[in-house]
T-cell receptor
């Protein structure tokens, strides 16, 4: 089993739709979690950290479920500019054991 | 944007030749990383550095070496390039190694080994 797993998609959604991605992780000792965004042929950039209590940034909501070992990203009112690949990142117990998921591709269509 | 640049941005090289990729930062961050990104594998850590002359292996370090003689520069060397090392290479930096520290990535180097 991979340490971090994501559905690769692609998720094709119309503008204005709500879309959610999940990411599962295998190591229960994982301590911090992030979502990164990567545009085509560009570098990954931090979208948001994921806190135990859940957190929201505008149209984006991230949640953590430790019992089931997954994190989620919800995007409301999708925009064309949201089209990208979303990478789940899990930081294991040691500071440099950071594992990236393979990414979920989102395509928002007019 | 964080001050991090990679060079070259694109390179085609022949099997068996040595190749060096450079990562340069202007942020004075302590931690620097080299990743490779391949379809179906995501980003995988090759080597990292936690200070000048302090480096360690990541999960896919075979065939690669690194050096960090100055805070701002982190070099990745493919000692004898193979076709399996065709990939996109990203350098990243972070201010600390703390668990909640954001990593900033360079724009990537597309390396093709023929």
């Amino acid at each position: 089993r991979k340490e971090v797993e994501q559905d690769p998609g692609p998720f094709n959604v119309p503008e204005g739709a709500t879309v959610a991605f999940n990411c599962t992780y295998s190591n229960s000792a994982s301590q911090s979690f992030f979502w990164y965004r990567q545009d085509c042929r560009k570098e990954p950039k931090l979208l948001m950290s994921v806190y135990s209590s859940g957190n929201e940034d505008g149209r984006f909501t991230a949640q953590l479920n430790r019992a089931s070992q997954y994190i989620s990203l919800l995007i409301r009112d999708s925009k064309l500019s949201d089209s990208a690949t979303y990478l789940c990142v899990v930081n294991m117990s040691s500071r440099l054991k950071v594992t990236f998921g393979t990414g979920t591709k989102l395509q928002v269509i007019p | 944007d964080a001050g991090i640049t990679q060079s070259p941005r694109h390179k085609v090289t022949e099997t068996g030749t040595p190749v060096t990729l450079r990562c340069h930062q202007t942020e004075n961050h302590r931690y620097m990383y080299w990743y490779r990104q391949d379809p179906g594998h995501g980003l995988r850590l090759i080597h990292y550095s936690y200070g000048v002359k302090d480096t360690d292996k990541g999960e896919v370090s075979d065939g690669y070496s690194v050096s960090r003689s100055k805070t701002e520069d982190f070099l990745l060397t493919l000692e004898s390039a193979t076709s399996s090392q065709t990939s996109v290479y990203f350098c990243a930096i972070s201010e600390s190694g703390g668990q909640n520290t954001e990593a900033f990535f360079g724009q990537g180097t597309r390396l093709t080994v023929v």
